[in-house]
């Protein structure tokens, strides 16, 4: 009586250990979904932060433009002296006509110079390139004598002979 109580059982016993192995089986595989999408979202949350501080920094520059603007309205000086640096508050000539064309140019840098900001100059060692303000330009001279200058504090030199290489023998008794 007391096996056919057992064969009764062994179904339901191994109908639990089935279920336990298919939990088992179903949290591992969950466990793994979720690893993957944290792995996929990472990047994401990474790009979001990003996003997140250049909007706070294009706020805070906005904040200063309009600090310095007002800077510039009241004390003339502060003015002038941002021209210097590429910050200007009158625009820039427009229009694609000679004229307008011809009253942004500066003229050839061969022997270098200063383009103003919002005007343009040809420059050019091996050909004309067209060069926008503000930009200091170093004369075609210039540049050749720090070209010289540079190779003969950087270059190194090779010795005229090989460096002495002593050979001791060693003598057997």
């Known amino acids: 009586m007391w096996n ?3 064969k009764l059982l062994e179904p339901v016993q191994s109908t639990t250990a089935d279920l ?3 939990a088992d089986a179903g949290k591992s595989f969950g466990q793994f ?4 999408i944290n792995l996929a979202m990472a990047p994401l949350k990474v790009l979001i932060s990003s996003i997140k501080w250049v909007l706070e920094k294009l706020d805070e520059v906005k904040q200063r433009s309009e600090k310095t603007r007002e800077l510039a309205q009241s004390n003339p000086a502060v003015a002038a002296a941002a021209g210097n640096y590429g910050i200007t508050w009158k625009p820039a000539p427009k229009g694609n006509s000679a004229a307008d064309i011809a ?5 050839e840098y061969d ?3 200063y383009i103003p900001l919002g005007k343009f100059g040809v420059v050019g060692e091996h050909g004309p390139e067209i060069i926008n303000g503000p930009a200091q330009v170093t004369g075609r001279r210039n540049t050749a004598a720090m070209a010289v200058a540079a ?3 950087f270059s190194g030199y090779q010795a005229a002979a090989a460096p002495l290489q002593f050979y001791y023998r060693r003598r057997r008794r």
Do not use: E, V
């Open 4 to 6: 056919w109580f057992k």
């Open 103 to 107: 009253a942004k140019y500066t003229g």
């Open 33 to 36: 979904l979720a690893d993957g």
């Open 20 to 22: 336990n192995s298919a």
């Open 111 to 113: 022997n270098g110079g």
């Open 151 to 153: 190779s003969m504090l």
